[in-house]
C-alpha cells in the first residue's frame, strides 16, 4: 500500500450555527497531485485552512505524512508549502526579502535561502523587479511570489488555493511544468481551482466536496465511471462536476430570467 | 429560484428613464445610510457609534454656542457700525471651511463619490452631485448655519442690509463649497500615489511638531514677528473674506461703486475656482485613473542579492528571531509614521528642556530640578515609543498567515518584534539622556540608577502586557495612511490603564526614597521590580504562544480583511 500523505478523520468544522465542513474523511496518496473541487461556498477553502493549521478543527483529526496536526504542529509545517487563499505575503518587503524571511523561519541558512531565492526569482521572470516593494506587484506577480515562497525550503506536501489565478500563459505553463517534475519527486500537492480544465490537465486524483460534505472521491477515471449517462462520450471533468454537485436545485435555471433571454 | 422581474423584455437601445437629479442625490443618500447601518452589525463599530453620538453632542453644543455668538456679533456691528469687522467673521468662516474638513479627513468615514461615475450620469449631474457632497459636509453645515444666524443678525438690526448680506453669504458658500471640492480633489490626486502619501504624510508630522516650537519662537523673536505679520496684513483685502466683508459694509453705507467693485471680486473667486474645479471633474469624468500603477519602479538588471555578502550578522540569534527582526526593520524603514513617532521624542525633549528647565530654558526662570525632570522625560519617551506595541500586528496585514504557516512557535515572533522595539528604546533613550544631561544638567546618582532600573521594569513589564493586547485586539493598520488608522478602543484603553498605573507606582517609589530619608531605596526597589519583570516576561512567551494559537481566526479575520 501507497504512503499516504494526507489524511483526514471526520474533519468538521462550524461557524455557530453553519457547519462549513462536516465529517469529510480525505486520503491522499504521496506523489499525487490531488484536486479538490466544490461550488462556491462549499467547504473548499475551509478545508484547505484546517489542513495547513490556519484553522482550528471543531472536531475530527488531521494527518500530514502520518504526523497528527494537532500534536506536532511545527514538525508537519516543516514539511509542508502553503499558497494560501489572500497569499500572506508581507507586502511592504521586496520580493528577495520575502523569500529571505521565508527561508530563515523554515531554518535554511542565509547561503542556502540566498541562492534558492535568486534561481526561484530568475524561474518566476520577478528577477528584474528585485527592488520593487511586493505591494506594487501586479496580483499574478504576487502569486508567483507566493509560489516561490511555498517551494523555497523544499516542502513534501504542497498546498495551492487557486495558483494560476491572475498568473499569465506563460509562466504558467512553467508552473505546470515545475509541479509536475514535483510530484515526480514525490511530492504531494492539493490544489483547489474553479478552472476544471486545468484541474484536468494536471491532476490524477479529485474529491468533490459540496455543501461541507464529501461527495466524490478517486481518479479521475473511477469518477467518470461513476457517472451515468456517458453514452459514447468521454466525460469532461466538467460533465462529471456538474452532474455531481450542479444538478437540482443547486444549479441556476437561465429560463427564469425572462427580461434578459 | 424565485422569478426576478416580470416586466417587459428591454427592446434593443431603449434603456429604461433615467434618474434625474434629485432622484440620484436620494439615492446616493439611501446607499450611504444603508452602508453605515450594515457596518453597525459588527460589535466594535457599535462602539464607534457610542463615540459618534457622544462626539455628536459636543459638536452640537459648539455649533449652537457659534450660532448665538454670530447672531449677537453681526447685531453688534451693525448697531455700533463696525461693518470693517465684517471680513473677519468672513475669514474665520473661510478658514473653518477649508482647513476643517483637512483636519476630519483622517478620522471621518470618507464615500468617494467618483464611484457614481459607474452609472449614467451626464457631466453637469456629475458635477452638480460632486457640489452636493460638499454642502453636505459636517463642516459646510455649521458654516451655512452661521451665515444663517448672521443675516438674521442683519435683519433684526438693520433690515435694509439684510438683502446685501443674504446675497453675499450664498455667494460665499458657492465659493467654499467650490474651493473646498477642488482642495479635495486635488489632494485626492495626490495622495493616490503610495510614495506622495507617505512623504505628505511625514511632512504633516513634522510640520505638527514645528508647531510646537511656535511659542518658544514668539517669546524669543517676538517683535520681529509681529513686524513680519503687519506688513502682510494690507494684502488681506485680496482674500475674498474681505471682498464679502467690504461688499456687505459698503452697501449698507450707500456706497454703490466700491460696493459693486467687491462683489465683482468675490464673483472673479466663484468663477475662477468654478472653473478650476469644472476642469478637475471634467478629468474625473474623462476616465482619468488616480490608482497606483502596477509595479511601477524602475528594472533592477541584477538580482538583489548577487555581491551580497553571505555573512549573518545576526548569527548569534536564532534565525527565526533574526529573521523576524530584519523584517521588522525593513518594515520600520517603509512606515513613514512608525519611523516619524521615533524621530519626534528627542525633539520632544528639546522641546520640553526649552520650555522648563532653569539651565538653558526661558520659559521658566527657575525649572524643576534635573532630579524631577529627567524621571519625567524617561516616563514621557516610554509613554510615546511603547504605543504602537499594544497592536504589534497592525502592519503585518495578510502576511500575519506567513507566520502562522510557518514552522516556529510565536514566542520566537514575539522575541523578533519585542528585540527591535527594546533596541529602540535604549538608543532613544541613550541620545535623549545625553540631550537631557545637556540641556537641564544630570540627575544625582541615584535617581539616576532608579530610572534607568525603572524603565527596564517599565519597559520589560509593558512588553509582556502589550504582546497579550497586540494578540488580543488585533486592528489591521495601513501605511501612509490616516483615515481610521487607530489602534482598537480595548488595546487604547488597556495601554492608557498599564501607563498610568506603572507611572503612578513608580512615582511613587521615586519619592519614597526622598520622603524616608534613603536616596538609594527605589533604585532598589526598582532593580528588583525590573529583574522580576525580566523573569516574567520570558515566563509569559509559552503562554503566549499558546494564546496566539487559540486567537489565530481572530488575528487572520482582523488582519486580512
Known sequence: MADIAIATEKLTRKFGELTAVDGVDL?????????????????????????????VPTAGRVS?????????????????????????????????????FVGRMYGLDKPTTRKRSDELLEFMQLADRSKT?????????????????????????????????GVDALAAGALKELLGRMTERGVTIFLTSHVLEIVERLCSH???????????????????????????????LEDIFLSVVGEGADRPQVEELTWLT | MADVNTGPIAEPGMGPRLPGLG?????????????????????????????????????SVLVIGITVALFVGTKYIFDEHHEKYLGLIFLALLAWWQLFPIMLAGFAPQFSFKTLLRFPVNFSTFYLIGLAYGLADAAAVAAVIWMASM???????????????????????????????????????????????????????????????????????GNEVKAIVLKVLPYLWLLPSSFAGNCVARLSEGQWLPALMSLGGLLVYVAVFGALLWRRYARLY????????????????????????????????????????????SYLKRNSFLFFSLVIPPIMVLFFSMQMTGLHGWAFKKGPSPDLFFPGMMAYLVLILMAPSY??????????????????????????????????????????????????????????????????????????????????????????????????????????????????????????????????????????????????????????????????EVLIEALCR
Open chain 2, 23 to 59: 432622484e440620484q442625490l436620494q439615492l446616493v443618500a439611501w446607499l450611504r445610510w444603508r452602508s453605515l447601518r450594515n457596518g453597525l452589525r459588527n460589535k466594535n463599530r457599535r462602539m464607534d457609534l457610542l463615540g459618534v453620538v457622544v462626539s455628536g453632542v459636543f459638536s
Open chain 2, 286 to 329: 474623462a476616465g482619468e485613473e488616480l490608482s497606483e500603477g502596477i509595479a511601477p519602479a524602475t528594472r533592477a538588471r541584477r538580482t538583489a542579492s548577487e555581491n551580497l555578502d553571505d555573512s549573518d550578522s545576526l548569527r548569534f540569534l536564532p534565525p527565526q528571531v533574526g529573521a523576524v527582526f530584519r523584517k521588522e526593520v
Open chain 2, 151 to 221: 443675516v438674521a443678525g442683519t435683519l433684526v438690526s438693520r433690515p435694509s442690509a439684510m438683502p446685501a448680506m443674504l446675497l453675499v453669504c450664498l455667494l460665499f458658500a458657492a465659493m467654499n463649497v467650490t474651493v473646498e471640492r477642488l482642495l479635495g480633489a486635488w489632494l485626492e490626486k495626490l495622495l493616490s500615489k503610495r510614495r506622495s502619501r507617505e512623504a505628505l504624510f511625514g511632512i504633516f508630522i513634522l510640520s505638527m511638531v514645528s508647531l510646537q516650537f511656535l511659542n518658544p519662537i514668539l517669546q524669543r523673536h
Open chain 1, 206 to 236: 479529485v474529491a468533490i466536496i459540496r455543501r461541507g460534505r464529501l461527495v466524490s472521491q478517486g481518479s479521475i477515471d473511477q469518477l467518470r465511471a461513476g457517472v451515468t449517462g456517458a453514452e459514447g462520450r468521454t466525460l469532461t
Open chain 2, 391 to 552: 497592536n504589534s500586528f497592525a502592519h503585518e496585514s495578510r502576511g500575519i498567515q506567513t507566520y502562522f504557516n510557518s514552522p516556529v512557535r510565536f514566542r520566537e515572533i514575539l522575541l523578533g518584534k519585542n528585540l527591535l522595539t527594546a533596541l529602540i528604546i535604549v538608543c532613544e533613550m541613550a541620545l535623549c539622556i545625553a540631550l537631557v544631561g545637556f540641556r537641564a544638567g544630570w540627575p544625582s546618582p541615584p535617581i539616576l540608577v532608579a530610572t534607568l532600573a525603572a524603565m527596564v521594569f517599565s519597559v520589560v513589564g509593558q512588553l509582556t502586557i502589550a504582546n497579550w493586547s497586540s494578540l488580543s485586539f488585533p486592528k489591521k493598520m495601513e501605511f501612509g495612511k490616516m483615515q481610521g488608522q487607530r489602534n482598537s478602543g480595548m488595546s487604547v484603553f488597556l495601554m492608557f490603564g498599564v501607563q498610568l498605573l506603572l507611572s503612578g507606582t513608580s512615582a511613587l517609589i521615586l519619592f519614597s526614597g526622598r520622603w524616608m530619608g534613603s536616596p538609594w531605596l527605589p533604585a532598589q526597589v526598582f532593580t528588583v521590580l525590573a529583574a522580576a519583570a525580566i523573569g516574567g516576561y520570558f515566563a509569559s512567551l509559552d503562554a503566549l504562544t499558546e494564546l496566539a494559537e487559540k486567537k489565530k
Open chain 1, 64 to 100: 500530514l505524512l502520518g504526523m497528527d496536526f494537532a500534536e506536532h504542529p511545527v514538525e508537519v509545517k516543516r514539511q509542508i508549502g502553503v499558497v494560501p487563499e489572500g497569499m500572506g505575503l508581507f507586502e511592504r518587503l521586496t520580493a528577495p526579502e520575502y523569500l529571505e
Open chain 1, 27 to 55: 486520503q491522499v496518496e504521496s506523489g499525487q497531485f490531488f484536486g479538490f473541487l466544490g461550488p462556491n461556498g462549499a467547504g473548499k477553502s475551509t478545508t484547505i485552512k484546517m489542513l495547513t493549521g490556519l484553522l
Open chain 1, 133 to 165: 516593494l511586493i505591494a506594487d506587484y501586479s496580483h499574478g506577480m504576487q502569486k508567483k511570489l507566493a509560489l516561490a515562497a511555498a517551494v523555497i525550503h523544499g516542502p513534501r506536501i504542497l498546498f495551492l488555493d487557486e495558483p494560476f489565478e
